[in-house]
């Protein structure tokens, strides 16, 4: 196969992955409507240049670990359903990752958008 035939096929398989993501996991969806309200409010708001950067940076961050918290699900689930400790320890450790991104998000949203709206009302 040839090395554009490899990409191709990558590019499909990466793309059904983040499908079933999306139609699986509660919190893939939750993210990405938090994802949109936030480029709504980006738009509205007539954020800069730097800004937008800021903002796409940490919607695509926020995809990326919450893509791997959910590949890490789906492969310790695939090891056994049954509770282990050992498997509840990865679960809660890359669960952790997306809580602390999270308020991470949540501090960096804070900076975009309070300058603005504070603007807007005085």
């Known amino acids: 196969m040839h090395e554009i035939g490899k990409h191709i096929h ?3 398989y990466a793309s059904e992955g983040m499908m079933w993501a999306f139609r699986e996991h509660r919190n893939y969806r939750i993210h990405a409507i938090m994802s949109v309200l936030s480029v709504v409010l980006g738009v509205l708001l007539v954020l800069e240049v730097w800004e937008w950067s800021i903002l796409i940076l940490t ?5 990326v670990i919450e893509t791997v918290n959910t ?9 056994d359903k049954s509770w282990r400790e050992d498997i509840k320890i990865a679960k809660d450790v890359a669960a952790a990752a997306m809580l602390i991104y999270s308020f991470g998000a949540i501090a960096i ?3 975009l958008f309070v300058p603005h709206v504070i603007v807007l009302f005085y």
């Open 71 to 79: 590949a890490i699900e789906a492969t310790t689930d695939a090891i």
């Open 59 to 63: 919607i695509t961050l926020g995809f």
């Open 109 to 111: 949203s804070l900076l």
């Open 10 to 12: 990558s590019f499909k």
